[in-house]
């Protein structure tokens, strides 16, 4: 069994090729202590995890982090994640399945797929629906796999303010009496210009960047769980 030690260094290690955007060098920290003796249990919650948590504190309270960061982070997390899967002594629980897109109109990605690296590093199943999705298209695919939370992301200020955004979602889902079973939570630049947008697009919550979507989805989810 590894020491307490080498744990301390591999979460050294990964940390600083994380903030040096160095995914090669992370994937090596991982698997140089997967072959040391440590579990994929404690790579997973002792330092992928915890290195997402400690990106999200530079981003809040520093400003000591930029998008290419972000993004690494959440990449490297996704695949650290989908290998040591796998190799778990038992199946990991799984918090909650969301179905994320962009708003019809928007072709931009980018900040989604930071979005889904983080998610499924935190053990939410997720399902890409692309970009430029219709808000029946959202709601649809939420029913199909038994999403608790639709993720939508908006890039330029008419396609999260227009009608076929989180507004088109919300609709639907009070048509169909659904509002308790699926929350939305929405992400991108119009949001960071106006924090209380995401109320007036009858949004459950907002994220800033992200990294931090993650553990506002988590939340989410858990809370529609309970």
């Given at each position: 069994?590894?020491?307490?030690?080498?744990?301390?260094?591999?979460?050294?290690?990964?940390?600083?090729?994380?903030?040096?955007?160095?995914?090669?060098?992370?994937?090596?920290?991982?698997?140089?202590?997967?072959?040391?003796?440590?579990?994929?249990?404690?790579?997973?919650?002792?330092?992928?995890?915890?290195?997402?948590?400690?990106?999200?504190?530079?981003?809040?309270?520093?400003?000591?982090?930029?998008?290419?960061?972000?993004?690494?982070?959440?990449?490297?997390?996704?695949?650290?994640?989908?290998?040591?899967?796998?190799?778990?002594k038992q199946a990991p629980h799984?918090?909650?399945?969301?179905?994320?897109?962009?708003?019809?109109?928007?072709?931009?990605?980018?900040?989604?797929?930071?979005?889904?690296?983080?998610?499924?590093?935190?053990?939410?199943?997720?399902?890409?629906?692309?970009?430029?999705?219709?808000?029946?298209?959202?709601?649809?695919?939420?029913?199909?796999?038994?999403?608790?939370?639709?993720?939508?992301?908006?890039?330029?200020?008419?396609?999260?303010?227009?009608?076929?955004?989180?507004?088109?979602?919300?609709?639907?889902?009070?048509?169909?009496?659904?509002?308790?079973?699926?929350?939305?939570?929405?992400?991108?630049?119009?949001?960071?210009?106006?924090?209380?947008?995401?109320?007036?697009?009858?949004?459950?919550?907002?994220?800033?960047?992200?990294?931090?979507?993650?553990?506002?989805?988590?939340?989410?989810?858990?809370?529609?769980?309970?």
């Open positions: 069994m590894t020491d307490e030690i080498t744990i301390e260094e591999t979460i050294k290690g990964y940390n600083e090729a994380i903030f040096d955007t160095d995914r090669d060098r992370a994937l090596e920290v991982v698997h140089e202590a997967l072959a040391s003796g440590m579990t994929p249990e404690d790579i997973v919650f002792k330092v992928v995890l915890p290195a997402m948590d400690q990106m999200i504190r530079a981003i809040s309270e520093t400003l000591d982090a930029n998008l290419a960061q972000q993004y690494i982070t959440a990449q490297i997390a996704d695949s650290v994640v989908t290998e040591m899967i796998p190799k778990f799984v918090a909650g399945h969301v179905v994320i897109g962009s708003a019809e109109g928007d072709l931009h990605s980018l900040g989604k797929r930071i979005v889904i690296g983080c998610l499924r590093a935190r053990m939410i199943e997720v399902t890409d629906l692309g970009v430029n999705v219709s808000p029946e298209t959202f709601v649809d695919e939420a029913l199909a796999h038994d999403a608790s939370v639709i993720g939508i992301s908006a890039m330029m200020a008419h396609t999260a303010r227009g009608p076929n955004g989180s507004l088109g979602v919300r609709r639907i889902l009070k048509e169909r009496g659904l509002e308790d079973r699926i929350k939305i939570v929405v992400g991108g630049a119009p949001y960071r210009f106006d924090d209380e947008l995401y109320k007036t697009v009858q949004a459950d919550a907002w994220a800033e960047d992200g990294v931090t979507a993650g553990g506002v989805i988590a939340r989410l989810t858990e809370g529609v769980r309970t």
